[in-house]
């Protein structure tokens, strides 16, 4: 049986790790460079999250236009 899962939030590859561990099931390998895109995708939400929350301070349109 073939199953294919769509996981959201970085729950994702701590599910994929408890897979790939299990007798008899076979995990299709992601590449590496999607699996890291994600992770960083994930990172920057966490991050956008945190600011809405007013936990995390972001840099200014003026300060990121001062660091080019």
């Given at each position: 049986?073939?199953?294919t899962l769509e996981i959201k939030g970085?729950?994702?590859f701590s599910i994929l790790e408890v897979l790939k561990s299990m007798k008899g099931v076979k995990?299709?390998?992601?590449?590496q460079s999607k699996e890291e895109y994600l992770k960083l995708l994930s990172d920057a939400y966490k991050q956008t999250e945190l600011a809405e929350e007013?936990?995390?301070?972001?840099?200014?349109?003026?300060?990121?236009i001062g660091e080019l």
């Open positions: 049986m073939q199953v970085d729950k994702a995990v299709k390998s992601v590449d007013g936990k995390l301070k972001l840099k200014s349109f003026d300060d990121l």
